[in-house]
């Protein structure tokens, strides 16, 4: 089964925001490709041996995670987060919580993330806000389809047509036109981002194609698709 991820455009364009490097292995690789610049390091950092916040973490990172973790465990649950997230964004729906919770997943506990994921969730979020602070040009709030589809092509992925409409479709007004919050761009994104991270470590060589079979594809794609519904 081969399946092949085509993008038009060799241009520079700004990597799109990072995941955790323990959430997929290819980060490691330094390259210029088919899928654009490559991204940069993440910023050493030293933990501490209690599990705590990386080195140089801001305050008020540290202070949504404090004041939501109210066992003092050192892990919140996805209705924490939630939380923590709306004091400095916006409320974000559920399901986008979970979404990010499996994308940045703690190792050792499925259902809960401690402080090194929780700043690294909140720095891609920052990166996020900027992003779609960039294509709302009308500072509506909102992004319509195309502004979506202009930021994701800024970030390399050039998402093919009808793959871009079906992608859209849950995010219909009900008037026949798709509009999204920041809520719903982040999840949208991260779900085109997640996909093509998981598609790359397939696809050794970097060049748009790889060969799967059947197992292998069903493996890679429904968990992504099924942990956060």
Known sequence: MEFSSHNSSHS???SAPELPP?????QQHRY???YGNPSPPPPSSSYGLSGGFPAGTQPDVVRAFQMVDRDRSGFIDEHELQQA???GYQRFNLRTIRLLMFLFKNPYDSLR???VEFAALWSCLGHWRAIFERFDRDRSGRIDSMELRDALYSLGYAVPPSVFQVLISKYDNGRGKAELDFDSFVECSM???GLTDKFKEKDKGYTGSTTLSYDSFMCMVIPFLVSYN
């Open 191 to 193: 779900i085109v981002k």
């Open 113 to 115: 993330i401690g402080p």
């Open 12 to 14: 520079a364009a700004p």
């Open 85 to 87: 997230l709306s004091s």
């Open 32 to 34: 210029q490709s088919y």
């Open 22 to 26: 323990e959430s997929y292995d290819h």
